[in-house]
């Protein structure tokens, strides 16, 4: 026994049959955090002028807005996203086999266009005000869109998916003993939902959950949209508006503090507690059929979510697409093509990448690493709750200097001059996107390995079996539908990406992104309908496929 569990030791920290494992996580991690280190250092020498006069001007509105947008997205984006989850995994109704995927299609409309489609819709000017007036009269009593209520309402209908797909899987890889056993106690649906379920998955509603609000803390165009100054709004405003860029760094370092509660809170919600399924496989949650009316405000109510959070923005932004078309110019289609071939090309190498290196790090940090190496793994996914353009920057000071070395380097040694091959290139780009999305692709390929016992793991080393080996024919198959959804969603979130993109993008390279915004910021709503509908359109596709890949896996 002593030598099984020395040889297990140093299997451990050393790895075995391969390159080590425990070395290429800890770099990865340090890549991933080093642009966010090289932006959150400035606050180890703030300059207490700046901070003198943001709390006598903006910060004291900026700190509670944000609080509030996270308890109230928390809040929004648990109940929608955990309870539809349940609805459609426990429960038999007509359609619900169409929205088990319908429900993911908000995920596919950025937050920003949903944010400017609704607000021109209940504004005090909009369709809907309007037809109310000339009905009713006056509608005082109609609630202001431009609020923290207006901006919580959008963020919660645009981002629940995160919840949703996550849950979902939570749910679907419980076994039917535990219910079995509750409903022969007696246990009514309810008592079976919040004291079975809801621990069970608990895991992988928190990963879900964590994705949600560090969207919500890392959003800057929404907000500014519905007149509500977050934090993330208040970097932006500096460093595009004022130039300042210290200040601009320093409140981003304050930013990085609410991403780590976030991260802390998500670790106090996944509780110390582990669940695991034994005894091989056995069925999943046993659904029931509803019936009466009960299936009908199933239905109604599913049918009410995916208007609202779908049917709305994309009906309106058809209509300015349609009004628009009609007067497009000649050639505009090739522009069109153009930015549809390179924002699908940035979209893909970037999932590519995001899910390979969370993968390993995961991967790494589990079979290796202690508190110390999971914090560094939880650590490294800061990056998804640092505005863009801060993400950007921090790479551009980080990989500026390492670009200039190498060129002269090249220049010296070849004779050639290669002018920025990383930062002038897709390679910058991939790797600001890898750094912005790592926790989209880590939570979900970590929900994943969460639910593989440790005594797989330690079969496998018993019989000699390497890290590689470990990872490549035991891990990577059980994990598979969480790389599936990881891939999906970072996919979908580079498509909708602007700040890294505008300020690392090659010159000359355009996105469809970025023209959605140059319209949107000059008011010409109907401009911006056709790139809007086509990011959304491009978004469902993978969506989709990916979607029923992984249900099929």
Do not use: C
């Amino acid at each position: 026994m002593l030598k099984i569990t020395t040889s297990l030791n140093k299997a451990k920290i050393f790895g075995r049959g391969g390159p080590s494992l425990p070395a290429l996580p800890f770099l990865i991690a340090a890549l991933i955090i080093l642009p966010v280190a090289v932006v959150a250092s400035s606050l180890l020498s703030p300059t207490w002028e700046i901070w003198r006069h943001l709390w006598n001007t903006l910060l004291p509105e900026m700190l509670r807005n944000t609080v509030v947008l996270l308890i109230g997205v928390g809040i929004g984006t648990f109940l929608l996203g955990a309870g539809l989850a349940w609805l459609v995994v426990a429960y038999r109704f007509p359609g619900r086999s169409i929205f088990e995927w319908l429900f993911v299609l908000p995920l596919a409309v950025p937050t920003y266009i949903m944010g400017f489609v609704y607000m021109i819709t209940f504004d005090f000017a909009g369709p809907v005000q309007t037809f109310l007036r000339q009905l009713m009269g006056p509608v005082n009593w109609f609630p202001e869109i431009r609020s923290g209520w207006g901006a919580i309402l959008v963020m919660t209908l645009a981002l629940y998916p995160y919840v949703y797909m996550l849950a979902k899987a939570g749910f679907q890889g419980l076994s039917s003993t535990a219910f079995e056993a509750a409903r022969v106690m007696g246990y009514g649906s309810f008592a079976v939902f919040a004291r079975i379920a809801l621990p069970l998955a608990r895991p992988a509603i928190a990963g879900g959950l964590a994705l949600a609000l560090m969207e919500a803390l890392a959003d800057f165009a929404t907000v500014r949209f519905f007149n509500f100054p977050t934090l993330s709004e208040g970097v932006i405003r500096i460093w595009y508006g004022l130039m300042d860029l210290r200040a601009a760094t320093e409140l981003a370092g304050l930013l990085a503090f609410f991403a780590l509660v976030v991260i802390l809170f998500e670790l106090t919600l996944r509780g110390r507690s582990r669940y695991y399924q034994t005894g091989g496989k056995t069925p999943g949650v046993p659904a029931t059929e509803l019936l009466g009316w009960h299936k009908w405000a199933a239905t109604t109510f599913s049918l009410l979510v995916v208007g609202v959070a779908f049917g709305i923005p994309m009906f309106q932004l058809v209509y300015w697409a349609v009004a628009e078309f009609k007067t497009m110019p000649a050639g505009a289609a090739e522009i069109y093509l153009g930015l549809i071939a390179n924002s699908l090309l940035l979209s893909g190498l970037a999932a590519v990448f995001a899910v390979i290196t969370a993968l390993i790090l995961a991967s790494g940090v589990r079979m290796n690493g202690g508190t110390a190496a999971r914090m560094l793994g939880r650590v490294a996914t800061i990056g998804y709750a640092i505005p863009g353009a801060v993400v950007a920057v921090g790479i551009l000071v980080t990989v500026a200097s390492f670009d200039h070395m190498v060129g002269d380097f090249l220049a010296k040694w070849r004779g050639v001059s290669t002018g920025l091959i990383f930062t002038g290139s897709l390679t910058g780009l991939i790797y600001g996107y890898v750094v912005r999305f790592m926790a989209v692709a880590y939570n979900s390929v970590d929900a994943g390995l969460e639910k593989i016992t440790p005594n797989i793991t330690m079969s496998a080393r018993m019989l000699r079996a390497s890290n590689w080996r470990i990872l490549w024919r035991i891990q990577l198959p059980l994990v598979a539908p969480g790389i599936f959804a990881g891939a999906a969603l970072v996919f979908v979130d580079v498509m909708k990406e602007l700040p890294i993109t505008m300020i690392l993008r090659p010159f000359g390279y355009d996105t469809l992104a970025i023209w959605v915004w140059q319209m949107a910021a000059e008011s010409m709503w109907s401009g911006s309908a056709i790139p809007a509908v086509t990011i959304v359109l491009s978004g469902i596709i993978p969506i989709i496929f990916l979607t029923r890949a992984a249900a099929k896996k």
